[in-house]
């Protein structure tokens, strides 16, 4: 019985971590600022909100700040995606994320003239049973546009052990899960014997099991 709810205890463990793994995490990650003429590029902006802070409205606004001039709005979200009259209306790409955690936007077709300096600017108003505090993050990333991809072998082993990480840790779980299943599978099978044998002993012999035979 010990065994038994030990296992059933190691499995429900598990599936807390699988729900862990599985539930959308939000990651910081910094912008790419390296970018190739006639690609498209993804300005990458994260504002990470806590669980009790998902329910939000929420303000993004893009600019480019050409050097020593004012900021130039090029796009907006609130509450829908829309592109700002400017240099890059037809190629401004909303790619933010469905929880609006996510912020970032793409240019297609990148040219030379896309070298400079943007900035995004988060505006959130929470909505609490007291009070409706209000924050804004900003966070600027100066983008450089080469002619040609430069080599970047570190970003590449990065991203290639992170998936085998990824895999490892997915196959550890399955496996895992697969032996607690079979482990309790097994105990089952095991008390489910041991019944049927009782219950095969003849009712006279049952009560003659705990006399000990003496000569």
């Not at 994260?46 to 998902?54: G, H, L």
């Amino acid at each position: 019985m010990r065994t038994r709810t030990r296992v059933i205890l190691h499995s429900l463990l598990l599936l807390v971590l699988v729900v862990q793994v599985s539930r959308p995490v939000c990651v910081d990650v910094p912008s790419e600022t390296e970018a190739v003429v006639g690609n498209p590029m993804k300005l990458t902006c994260i504002s990470c909100m806590k669980r009790e802070e998902v329910n939000a409205e929420t303000r993004v606004d893009w600019y480019y700040i050409p050097p020593d001039e004012e900021p130039i709005p090029i796009y907006l979200f609130d509450g829908q995606p829309r592109e700002l009259e400017g240099p890059w209306r037809g190629r401004l790409m909303w790619n933010g994320s469905k929880d609006l955690q996510e912020l970032s936007i793409s240019i297609l077709n990148v040219t030379m003239n896309d070298t400079g300096t943007y900035k995004c600017v988060v505006f959130r108003q929470f909505e609490f049973d007291c009070y409706s505090p209000s924050v804004t993050n900003s966070l600027v990333i100066n983008l450089v546009v080469r002619e040609e991809a430069s080599d970047d072998t570190t970003a590449l082993y990065s991203e290639i052990m992170m998936y085998v990480l990824l895999v490892f840790l997915t196959c550890w779980l399955l496996v895992e899960m697969v032996y607690c299943y079979r482990k309790i599978s097994k105990s089952d099978e095991q008390a489910q014997d041991t019944a049927t044998n009782y219950l095969a002993i003849p009712s006279e012999n049952k009560e003659n099991l705990g006399v000990p035979v003496t000569e």
